[in-house]
């Protein structure tokens, strides 16, 4: 097993539903420790940068509205593999096939928007947790 670190992004649904403390509780649970925690919002171009793969589809001006409805919470979590683990605890991205137990299954929107209205954004992987965590987090503010 391999101590990493990961990004977490609690998005503007759980941030509007009031959830954000009682979903970091279940990463705590999990013995991860906070290495960094902000609130923050997510400019134009941070979310362009961040959605680059997405910036040229129809929806994205969909997805950069949701994700300024409100601020999110910028989460920099450390652990034996965080990056797999965190993942499982979420579920699916869709929230409509996430198991009851899971993050998204417990508290993901069911309806239309269930792949965006999903929670929290977590890193898929090493690299993109490092290129993550840079994006969201600057210099000195992960300890």
Request: charged content about 30%; overall charge negative.
């Amino acid at each position: 097993m391999a101590l990493e670190t990961t990004l977490i992004l609690f998005k503007p649904d759980a941030v509007s539903k009031g959830i954000v403390g009682t979903v970091l509780s279940r990463y705590e649970k999990e013995g991860f420790k906070i290495r960094g925690l902000k609130m923050m919002a997510l400019s134009d171009e941070l979310l362009a940068e961040h959605y680059s793969h997405i910036a040229d589809k129809p929806f994205f001006p969909e997805v950069r509205g949701f994700m300024q409805e409100t601020p999110v919470v910028a989460l920099a979590l450390e652990g034996e593999d965080v990056i797999s683990r965190v993942r499982d605890l979420l579920g699916p991205t869709d929230s409509k096939e996430a198991a009851p137990g899971t993050i998204r299954g417990d508290f993901g929107d069911k309806g239309g928007d269930a792949k965006m209205r999903n929670v929290c954004h977590a890193s898929d992987g090493a690299d993109t947790a490092t290129v993550e965590l840079k994006r969201f987090f600057n210099e000195g503010e992960i300890v």
